[in-house]
C-alpha cells in the first residue's frame, strides 16, 4: 500500500539551522533529499534569541556547510559579553568576556526571517541536485507506518511521502518527535520560555550608543529582581540596523507566580539602565516569543526510533547553562551528524542503523556532553533542593554572605566565566535572582538616568503581526479554570483582563451559581507551545502557510 | 593564471563553471590554486574529475589506423561504440583477426556491426494495433470506433462550455470566453486561419444567454434548450455536447471534432469534461490556471514515430496545472501519436485563473439553436429531491451594522437581546459580532444562541462591512476588528473603557455601559429621536 507513495531517500522536515545543516550534508553526499517546511518562507515560524555560535570544538559549523554565510545571513558579529545585576536601580556589571570566546571561533547576531530563507534557497539549490528540494507552506502532521514501522511522512498539503531517513527538524513543539512518543510537553520545568521585542535603530546609532565599530556588535545579559522574583534573566543584542530585546523565564516558575510575559519584558525594557541606549527613542519592530527547552532535563539521550531521527530543539538540544545560551550551533552540529549517520549506514548497506550510528556520534563529537552535563546531573539532587535552597539564600542575604560577597568580587566575575562552574548551576532561586540581586546590592552602582519609554501595549504587538488566520489549530480539552486558567498569564499573547488574547478568563452561569472558565481565540496564537504544557489542551500546529508569520524572528 | 580562480567561489557556483572548462592545463592551475587554499574536498574531487573527463577527449583514437595490439579489450570496446560507419569496423574486425585475434574484442566490434544493421531496418516504429501486440491483455475499447484509426482528422475551433446556474451565466464561462477570444485571435494571425470561439448553452431556457456569449468573445453560439435540462445530468449533457461538435451535420461544421474544448473546472464542469473527452477518445488537462497555443519540439518518439528525431508540432494547447498540490506547475500537452488522433486538446479551467472581459456592447456573430430529439433513454435517472445550501449571513447590504464585542461578557444573553431590539429600530441594518465573542465560552440561551455564529463575523478573519452607520457595541477595536469595519460612512462607539482603541476611529463616542445605554438608544430610536439622543449620550462623556 506505500507502494503507491512518493518515495525520496531522504526527508528532512523543517527548514531552520538543523534541518538546512541536515539537507546540505545529505545532498553533499549524493543522497536524494526532500525538505518541507510548513511556513511561507523558511524563518517565517522561526524565532531565537539571536546568537548563533561556531565552536571551535564543534564537528560542524552554519560556515563551513555554507559558505558566504556570515556575509550574507548574519547581522552583527558579537564581541562583547556583558551581564548586568540589577537590584532596584543599582547595578552591578560583570564581563563575561572569557565565558563567551571560550571555544568560539566565531559568533554573530541574527534574526530569524532573513538567515533562514538565506538558508532555504541554498538548500533548495543543493538538494535539487540530487533530485528532492525544498517545498514551503507544508506541514507535516505524524509519521506515515506500515506495520508499526516509521516508514515516512503524512502531510496536510500533500500525499504521505515514504523516506528511507525523516529527519525531524521540526523545532521545539516538534510533531514528529510527540507522535513517536520521545518527547511530550508534560513538565513545565524542562522548559524556558523567551519573549522578544526587536526594536528598530539606525546603524550609526548602534555603533555610536553601543560604542562598536560599523561591522561589530555586543550583547548584553541582565539578571537580579528586575522580574518580580520569576527565575530567568535578559538579554540585549545589537543587530544590524536593530536590537533584540528578550526575557527568558523557566516556565514552571512564570506559571507558579502567574507573571504576564509581555510585563515582566517591559520591566527590562523601561529600566533606566537600557535609557543609555534607548535615550528616549523607542519603536518595536516585532514582538515575538518561543518555548526553548532545557537541555539539561530535556535533550533525548537517544533521539531516535526507526527511520527517525531528531535534530536541534525538536530533540532538546538547547544549551541553557546560566550565562551560556546556545541552540543553533548544536542543532547544524546535530544535523550534520544525523545526516553523516545516514550517508554512512546507506552506503554500508544498513539504512536502519542510522539511528544507533547518529546517536554513537553525538557521544563521540562531545555533543550530548554539552548538552547534558553529568556535573549537572551529579549535583542537582542537593543544589535544587528546597532545603538547601533556603539556606544558601538564607547565608547569601545574611551579614556574612553579603561580606562573602564583598570579598570575593573578583572571583565571582571568575565563577560566571568558568564553563565548568556554570555547568553546575542549579536552576532556583538563587542563581538567578539572589545572587545577581546580593551583588548588585553589595556591590553595584546606582544607575542615574529615567527610561521612560512606552513599550507597546499587548493588543498594539498582536495587531502589529502578520497572521493568516487558518481553521482554529489548538483545541481546549478541558476549559476549567483549575485546569487551564495558568495559560491566561503564561500565554505571551494573553492577560488577565485582556480580551483580544488566545485565552481569557471568563464567568459563565450555571444552575445556581457561577463559574470560572477560559476560551480560547487561536487568531493571535503565535505558536509559542506555552499553552501545551500548561493548560489541557489538543496542540497542533496551522496548516502549511497558515498562522503567524514573523518578518524578522 | 586560470580564468576562474576555485578558491574566490563556493563549490555550488563552481560545479556550472568547471564544467564548461576543457583546458587540461587551466584545470590543472585551478586544482594547485585550491590546494594552496582552503584545500576543499568537494571542489578537489569536481576539478579531478573534470580532468579525468577531459583528459580522455584527448586519447580519442582514430580506428581506421590505431594499432589494435596497443589496445586493451575495453579500449576496443570504447572505441567501436563511437563508431557509426559499418565498413571501417569491418577493417577493424578483419585486423583484429590478423593481429592478437582475440575473442572479446571481436565479440564487441561484431556487436557494434550488428546493432548498426539492425537499427538500419527499423528506423521507423512499426504500428501494431494494441489487440495484436498484446493478445492476453482485455481490450474493452477495442470496437469503439474513434480510438485508433483516427488519423490526420480535420479539427478546427475552440469550444468552450458555458455553464449557467439559475439562469445565468457564471463567472468562469465569461472568463473562459474572454481568454478563448484572446487565444484565437492569435491563433488566426499567427496562422493566417478564420477559426472560431463556439460557445455552447445547455439547460432550460439557455437562449437568452446567447447574446452575452457573443459579448464575451465567442463567434458562434450552439444551444440546446430543453426543460428536462434544467439541472446538470450526465448522460444527456454528454450525448448533446458530443453532438454538436461531432456528430452533427451543419454547414458551418465542416470538421472532424473541434480542435481545443475549454471546460469549467466546477463540479459539475469537471465530470462533463471528464466524460466529453473520453467519448471523444482525447485525452483531459484537468484544472488547469493556465492556457496558450504554441508549437512545440517533442522527440518522444510513441509521438515523433521516430527515435532520435525531434518533430515540431504546432498549434499545440499548452495546459499549466498546478501540481503537487499547487507547488509546482506543469504543463500538460495533448499530442497525436502516429497511428492516433488526439484531439480535441482539451481542459478544464479553475475558476478565478483568467480576467474577467469587458462585454462588447454590440457584438457580432451567429446564433444556432440544436435541433436534436433528445431520446428518453438518456433521461432514465431522474433528480428526485435536492437540498440548497444556506447561503449564510450577508452583512454587506445594510444600511446599518450593529456590532456587539465582548462587553456583553457580564450577561451574554441579554446583550444579544439589546443588540437585535436595536437591529429592529432600523429599516435595513443587522446584527454583527467581533470574533472575541464568536470563540468566547459565553453560554447563550436557546432563543439567541442562533445568531452566534461565525457568519455574523466582523473583521479580518471574516465579513469586512462598510455601511453608512456602524455602531460597535462593547467593542475594544482591535486592528484585526478594525479592518472589517472602518470604512463604514459613521462610526459609533459605545465602551465603557474611554483608553479603547476604538475610540481613536469612530465619529461618535458614547462612554457609557452598553447595558444602560442600547435600550436607551432603541426607544429614542422608535420615537424618531434618535440624532438627539445621541447627541445627548455623547455630551454625557
Known sequence: ???????????????????????????????????????????????????????????????????????????????????????????????????????????????????????????????????????????????????????????????????????????????????????????????????KAVVDMDPDLVDDRFDVPPDDGVAHLFSGDLFDGVRGGGFLYTNEASLSIGTVFHLDSL?????????????????????????????????????????????????????????????????????????????????????????EAQSRGNPASAGALYERKLEDEGVMATLRPTRYRLTRAVSEHDLVTRAAEGVLDSAVGRAGVRAFDGLLERGFNSPFLLGMIPDTRTSYVTIPRVVAEELGEPVEATNDVEPPALDDRIGDLTYDVGEPHIELQDNSWAASGTAVTACPVSAREFGGGCYREETIRTNGGTERVVSLDTQPCVECGTCAIVADTEWDHPAGGKGVEFEEG | MPEIDPTEHDITELGPEIADVDDEQELEEMLALEKGGEGREGVLTLIEDRLETVGSDEETVDPETVDLTDLSVADVANMVREVEDVEVLRDVLERETAGK????????????????????????????????KHPDLDHPTNDKRYVEGTVDGDYRDMWVFCETQRGELIDVSREMLGKAREMMDGYNDDHDADEAVVAVLIGDGVGDLTD??????????????????????????????????????????????????????????????????????????????????????????????????????????????????????????????????????????????????????????????????????????????????????????????????????????????????????????????????????????????????????????????????????????????????????????????????????????????????????????????????????????
Open chain 2, 212 to 541: 452575452e456569449c457573443l459579448a464575451y468573445g465567442a463567434d458562434r453560439v450552439v444551444y440546446h434548450e430543453d426543460e428536462r435540462l434544467q439541472r446538470f445530468r450526465h448522460r444527456p449533457y454528454t450525448e448533446i455536447f458530443c453532438h454538436m461538435c461531432r456528430d452533427w451535420a451543419v454547414d458551418w461544421r465542416d470538421y472532424h471534432e473541434p480542435r481545443y474544448t475549454i471546460f469549467p473546472a466546477t463540479n459539475n464542469g469537471r465530470d462533463l469534461s471528464a466524460l466529453v473527452q473520453g467519448e471523444l477518445d482525447s485525452g483531459l488537462a484537468s484544472d488547469c490556471s493556465g492556457l496558450y497555443i504554441e508549437e512545440a519540439d517533442i522527440s518522444n518518439p510513441a509521438k515523433t514515430g521516430a527515435p532520435g528525431e525531434t518533430t515540431t508540432f504546432e498549434k499545440v494547447l499548452h495546459m499549466k496545472r498546478p501540481d503537487f498540490s499547487g507547488f509546482e506547475y506543469s504543463t500538460i500537452l495533448c499530442i497525436d501519436k502516429p497511428h492516433r488522433d488526439f484531439h480535441p486538446q482539451g481542459a478544464s479551467v479553475i475558476p478565478g485563473s483568467f480576467e474577467m472581459p469587458d462585454a462588447e456592447s454590440e457584438p457580432d456573430g451567429e446564433v444556432v439553436e440544436h435541433d436534436l430529439e433528445l431520446p428518453a433513454e438518456w433521461f432514465r435517472i431522474e433528480v428526485t429531491d435536492f437540498d440548497a445550501l444556506e447561503g449564510g449571513v450577508d452583512l454587506t447590504g445594510n444600511e446599518v451594522v450593529v456590532a456587539l464585542g465582548r462587553g456583553i461578557g457580564r450577561d451574554p444573553t441579554r446583550g444579544i437581546e439589546l443588540g437585535l431590539e436595536f437591529v429592529d429600530a432600523f429599516e435595513s441594518a443587522d446584527l454583527g459580532l467581533s470574533r472575541g465573542v464568536i470563540t468566547a465560552s459565553y453560554q447563550f440561551d436557546g432563543h439567541v444562541a442562533d445568531y452566534v455564529a461565525e457568519e455574523r463575523q466582523i473583521g479580518e478573519s471574516g465579513q469586512v462591512v462598510e455601511p453608512e452607520l456602524y455602531v460597535a457595541v462593547g467593542i475594544s477595536g482591535a486592528v484585526q476588528h478594525k479592518v472589517g469595519m472602518d470604512e463604514s460612512d459613521t462610526i459609533v462607539a459605545i465602551n465603557t473603557d474611554p483608553d479603547a482603541d476604538i475610540k481613536d476611529f469612530s465619529d461618535y463616542y458614547v462612554h457609557g455601559d452598553l447595558f444602560e445605554v442600547l435600550p436607551r438608544l432603541t426607544e429614542a430610536l422608535e420615537a424618531g429621536e434618535f440624532d438627539r439622543a445621541l447627541a445627548a449620550e455623547v455630551s454625557d462623556d
Open chain 1, 255 to 343: 506559571a507558579d507566580e502567574r507573571a504576564e510575559p509581555h510585563e515582566l519584558l517591559d520591566s527590562l525594557l523601561t529600566h533606566p539602565l537600557l535609557d543609555q541606549w534607548f535615550q528616549g527613542e523607542y519603536h518595536e519592530r516585532e514582538y515575538a516569543a518561543k518555548l526553548v527547552p532545557d537541555s539539561k532535563k530535556a535533550a533525548h539521550p537517544s533521539p531516535h526510533q526507526g527511520r527517525l531521527l531528531l535534530v536541534g530543539d525538536a530533540a532538546g538540544q538547547m544549551q541553557a547553562q546560566g550565562p551560556i545560551i546556545k541552540g543553533m550551533n548544536h542543532a547544524v552540529s546535530a544535523g550534520g551528524l544525523a545526516a553523516e549517520a545516514f550517508a
Open chain 1, 1 to 195: 500500500m506505500t507502494d503507491d507513495y512518493e518515495h525520496y531517500e531522504a526527508v528532512v522536515v523543517g527548514a531552520g539551522p538543523g534541518g538546512a545543516a541536515a539537507a546540505a550534508t545529505l545532498a553533499d553526499r549524493g543522497v536524494e533529499t526532500l525538505v518541507l517546511e510548513r511556513g511561507v518562507e523558511a524563518g517565517s515560524k522561526n524565532v531565537s534569541g539571536g546568537l548563533i555560535y561556531a565552536e571551535e570544538s564543534a564537528p560542524y559549523t552554519i560556515d563551513g556547510l555554507f559558505s558566504g554565510f556570515r556575509q550574507g545571513a548574519t547581522e552583527r558579529p558579537v564581541s562583547e559579553y556583558y551581564i548586568h545585576n540589577v537590584a532596584g536601580d543599582r547595578v552591578k556589571t560583570f564581563d563575561l568576556g572569557d565565558v563567551h570566546h571560550h571555544d568560539t571561533e566565531w559568533c554573530d547576531a541574527v534574526l530569524r526571517r532573513r538567515m533562514d530563507s538565506w538558508l532555504a534557497e541554498r538548500v533548495h539549490e543543493r538538494t535539487r541536485e540530487t533530485g528532492g528540494g525544498l517545498l514551503s507552506g507544508v506541514r507535516v502532521d505524524g509519521l506515515l507506518r506500515d506495520e508499526g514501522e516509521i516508514v515516512g511522512v503524512t502531510c496536510e498539503e500533500l500525499d504521505p511521502i515514504t523516506a528511507d531517513v525523516v529527519i525531524a527538524a521540526d523545532g521545539v513543539n516538534s510533531e514528529l518527535a510527540r507522535d513517536a512518543g520521545l518527547m511530550d510537553w508534560a513538565e513545565p520545568d524542562e522548559w524556558f520560555q523567551g519573549v
Open chain 2, 101 to 132: 585475434d582475440r575473442k572479446g574484442a571481436k565479440s564487441q566490434i561484431e556487436n557494434r556491426i550488428e546493432s548498426l544493421e539492425s537499427t538500419g531496418a527499423e528506423s521507423e516504429v512499426e504500428y501494431v494495433p494494441p489487440a495484436e
